[in-house]
């Protein structure tokens, strides 16, 4: 369960939303609207007193709690050190003890066994990606904010990260993107963001109905035969 209540800084203007336990949400908005400002904040990388993570205010918990109950995945692998490896960078994940099964099931779920030895710095963009996803897989806490975490994936592994999304590899999710195909087929409840403002919240039928596409994407994008167009 998250809460965030009358937030405001000088980028989000009074943020007030809240999601009940295993409610999984997309945000969605133009480029620098924002979605990660908002992510952020609600992963407490901003500190703040308007979270409320399962009814406990964030500045209240420990860390490791913190860790548990919210993970921020960014939209770039950032690496303290540039010789470590992709499996090695799987271990650091673990909350607890490195549970060794857990982690190849991880690493042969999204078919990482052929660079699981590379260093990490070595990686292309989207496989940093699917290590991100790996990463929060196994971290498994029990909200994950993803953000853009598809964005240099290729359209098979969007898929794969689709299924998993589906699959109950992972909690509660949150999910930034630009891809609007990917969040019709989510289904999520969707948050829209305009100039620091939420300017819609609620349900994914609602969003993508005639009115409120044409409201936030003009005459850019339509739903025909339950599929997205985008319009060029
Ligand atoms: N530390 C900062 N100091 C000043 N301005 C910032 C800072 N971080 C972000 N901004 C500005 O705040 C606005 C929102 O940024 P944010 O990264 O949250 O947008 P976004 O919706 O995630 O965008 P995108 O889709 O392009 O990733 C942008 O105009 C950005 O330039």
Avoid: W
């Avoid at 500045?59 to 770039?76: G, V």
């Avoid at 289904?187 to 403002?197: M, Q, S, T």
């Amino acid at each position: 369960m998250l809460e965030i209540n009358k937030f405001t800084n000088h980028i989000l203007k009074d943020i007030s939303f809240s999601l009940k336990e295993e409610e999984h949400l997309i945000i969605l908005g133009a480029n620098g609207a924002g979605k990660s400002t908002l992510a952020k904040v609600l992963s407490t990388l901003i500190s703040n007193d308007k979270v409320k993570l399962f009814n406990e205010e964030v500045n209240s918990l420990s860390d490791e709690k913190r860790a548990r109950f919210i993970n921020y995945i960014p939209p770039k692998l950032e690496i303290f050190d540039e010789y470590i490896t992709l499996y090695e960078f799987l271990e650091l994940s673990f909350i607890e003890k490195i549970n060794r099964k857990k982690l190849e099931e991880i690493i042969s779920l999204l078919k990482l066994e052929k660079i699981k030895n590379r260093a990490c710095n070595d990686l292309s963009s989207g496989e940093k990606q699917l290590l991100l996803l790996a990463s929060s897989i196994i971290h498994n806490a029990k909200i994950t904010i993803f953000d853009e975490l598809t964005a240099n994936m290729d359209i098979t592994r969007v898929q794969e990260a689709f299924l998993i999304f589906n699959s109950k590899y992972l909690q509660q999710k949150i999910i930034i993107t630009h891809n609007l195909d990917l969040a019709f087929h989510l289904k999520y409840k969707i948050l829209y963001l305009e100039e620091g403002e939420v300017k819609f919240f609620g349900q994914s039928k609602e969003f993508f109905s005639k009115e409120i596409l044409s409201k936030f994407y003009q005459n850019c994008l339509k739903v025909v035969d339950g599929h997205l167009v985008v319009k060029l």
